[in-house]
């Protein structure tokens, strides 16, 4: 180990030497390899002074910035941060860990460092305002280059100094792998309907979204066992990571569909969770709820509140529903809120693009009304394009007595 005399000290530097040995392009992709990190050399510039590292026990970190020379010229950075034990001198390094960025034009890297077993009880030096620490660490480093990730580790000798501010030292770095390593991304695939449920004669899109979003790559649509026609390698978009199935049925029934993401370069295959898709018949069964409640206004009047629910029971969505609450005979009721509705004399009219099986629509009217007014009908009603197999339950009706 070497470490510069106390008395020669002319500056705070990093240099680094990320080797590994001469590259081979992975058998999986025609991609071109980049080279390894060896003959890789960072220098931080300009050295940093007045650090107490070392002159007490305890933690300490530090940050500087640089050039890089070598495979990957360019700029680099890294953050270092680590424990120095012994309350006396000779003190030593008890932690070191480091992470560090290079950004070149032959790609990027990024990687992370620790104290190797042959270097804990290394010595930390001090004097006069100057410190000096060597020893070895290993390293893990991720490549980036031409879309494509590698992987690189290894041990590197590090020699930090700091004095009048002139970076000096040098880091060796010897990879522990004979080339760098691809790296495949795990990936996950989803697959979404356009229209669940749909009818016969519906157009539907499957959609396959695969993430994180991949450098290429099929999907295959299976319906079961079977392929779907036209959708056995459907292109992953390289943007948006999604990929598209549209099919018609002619027929009620049901489908398990799945999506198959064949992989490529950097990144795994992975096939959907099922989705069951419901074809069923063209027909929607809309129940209607109709609620009068009174509540004294005061002054001789009440307030009336009159809840309309329209429910639609399946199987199908039911599309433009028009739903309508009859008040009574003029003057009797004043409707003060018609939650959106069209209002046209007595009547109340809401109009409804479309409602899926299972859900609800809800309105609520306010209205006013005098104590002797006696006993009034509310009635509701609704209907849908789409064809309803039960209107008998379409409509209520309702007595109240206001007053």
């Given at each position: 180990?070497?470490?510069?005399?106390?008395?020669?000290?002319?500056?705070?530097?990093?240099?680094?030497?990320?080797?590994?040995?001469?590259?081979?392009?992975?058998?999986?992709?025609?991609?071109?390899a980049p080279?390894?990190?060896?003959?890789?050399?960072?220098?931080?510039?300009?050295?940093?002074?007045?650090?107490?590292?070392?002159?007490?026990?305890?933690?300490?970190?530090?940050?500087?910035?640089?050039?890089?020379?070598?495979?990957?010229?360019?700029?680099?950075?890294?953050?270092?941060?680590?424990?120095?034990s012994?309350?006396?001198?000779?003190?030593?390094?008890?932690?070191?860990?480091?992470?560090?960025?290079?950004?070149?034009?032959?790609?990027?890297?990024?990687?992370?460092?620790?104290?190797?077993?042959?270097?804990?009880?290394?010595?930390?030096?001090?004097?006069?305002?100057?410190?000096?620490?060597?020893?070895?660490?290993?390293?893990?480093?991720?490549?980036?280059a031409?879309?494509?990730?590698?992987?690189?580790?290894?041990t590197?000798?590090?020699?930090?100094?700091?004095?009048?501010?002139?970076?000096?030292?040098?880091?060796?770095?010897?990879?522990?792998?004979?080339?760098?390593?691809?790296?495949?991304?795990n990936?996950?695939?989803?697959?979404?309907s356009?229209?669940?449920?749909?009818?016969?004669?519906?157009?539907?899109?499957?959609?396959?979204?695969?993430?994180p979003?991949?450098?290429?790559?099929?999907?295959?649509?299976?319906?079961?066992?079977?392929?779907?026609?036209?959708?056995?390698?459907?292109?992953?978009?390289?943007?948006?990571?999604?990929?598209?199935?549209?099919?018609?049925?002619?027929?009620?029934?049901?489908?398990?569909?799945?999506g198959?993401?064949?992989?490529?370069?950097?990144?795994?295959?992975?096939?959907?969770?099922?989705?069951?898709?419901?074809?069923?018949?063209?027909?929607?069964?809309?129940?209607?709820?109709?609620?009068?409640?009174?509540?004294?206004?005061?002054?001789?009047?009440?307030?009336?509140?009159?809840?309309?629910?329209?429910?639609?029971q399946?199987?199908?969505?039911?599309?433009?529903?028009?739903?309508?609450?009859?008040?009574?005979?003029p003057?009797?009721?004043?409707?003060?809120?018609a939650?959106?509705?069209?209002?046209?004399?007595?009547?109340?009219?809401?109009?409804?693009?479309?409602?899926?099986?299972?859900?609800?629509?809800?309105?609520?009217?306010?209205?006013?009304?005098?104590?002797?007014?006696?006993?009034?009908?509310?009635?509701?009603?609704?209907?849908?394009?789409?064809?309803?197999?039960?209107?008998?339950?379409?409509?209520?009706?309702?007595?109240?007595?206001?007053?």
């Open positions: 180990m070497r470490t510069a005399g106390i008395g020669r000290l002319a500056g705070f530097s990093v240099v680094g030497l990320l080797g590994l040995g001469v590259l081979a392009v992975p058998a999986a992709s025609a991609q071109t080279p390894t990190l060896t003959g890789e050399q960072v220098r931080n510039s300009p050295g940093v002074s007045g650090n107490a590292l070392c002159a007490t026990a305890g933690p300490f970190s530090f940050t500087i910035a640089g050039t890089a020379t070598g495979p990957y010229p360019g700029t680099f950075s890294e953050t270092v941060s680590g424990t120095v012994d309350a006396t001198s000779p003190r030593t390094l008890g932690t070191y860990t480091a992470s560090f960025t290079i950004t070149s034009a032959t790609g990027n890297v990024t990687g992370t460092a620790k104290l190797s077993d042959d270097s804990f009880d290394t010595p930390c030096y001090y004097d006069a305002g100057n410190f000096s620490i060597s020893g070895n660490s290993v390293y893990q480093a991720t490549i980036q031409a879309g494509e990730t590698y992987a690189d580790q290894g590197t000798f590090f020699d930090w100094t700091e004095g009048s501010g002139v970076p000096e030292g040098d880091d060796n770095f010897t990879s522990s792998l004979s080339q760098v390593t691809p790296v495949t991304v990936t996950a695939t989803a697959v979404t356009s229209a669940a449920p749909s009818v016969p004669g519906q157009a539907v899109t499957y959609t396959a979204t695969v993430s979003v991949p450098s290429g790559g099929t999907v295959a649509f299976t319906d079961g066992t079977t392929t779907i026609a036209g959708c056995g390698t459907v292109a992953v978009n390289t943007s948006t990571g999604k990929a598209t199935c549209p099919v018609t049925y002619t027929a009620a029934g049901s489908h398990t569909i799945t198959a993401y064949s992989g490529a370069a950097g990144y795994a295959a992975s096939t959907s969770a099922p989705l069951t898709q419901n074809v069923v018949a063209n027909k929607a069964d809309l129940k209607m709820k109709l609620t009068v409640s009174t509540v004294a206004a005061g002054a001789g009047e009440v307030t009336v509140t009159e809840t309309v629910t329209v429910t639609n399946g199987p199908a969505t039911a599309s433009k529903i028009a739903t309508v609450l009859t008040q009574p005979g003057g009797r009721l004043k409707a003060t809120n939650d959106g509705a069209s209002v046209h004399g007595s009547l109340l009219t809401w109009n409804t693009p479309s409602l899926a099986s299972g859900s609800s629509l809800t309105f609520t009217v306010v209205a006013a009304a005098a104590h002797d007014k006696g006993t009034v009908p509310v009635t509701a009603g609704t209907l849908s394009a789409t064809r309803d197999p039960n209107l008998l339950n379409n409509a209520a009706l309702v007595l109240k007595r206001l007053g």
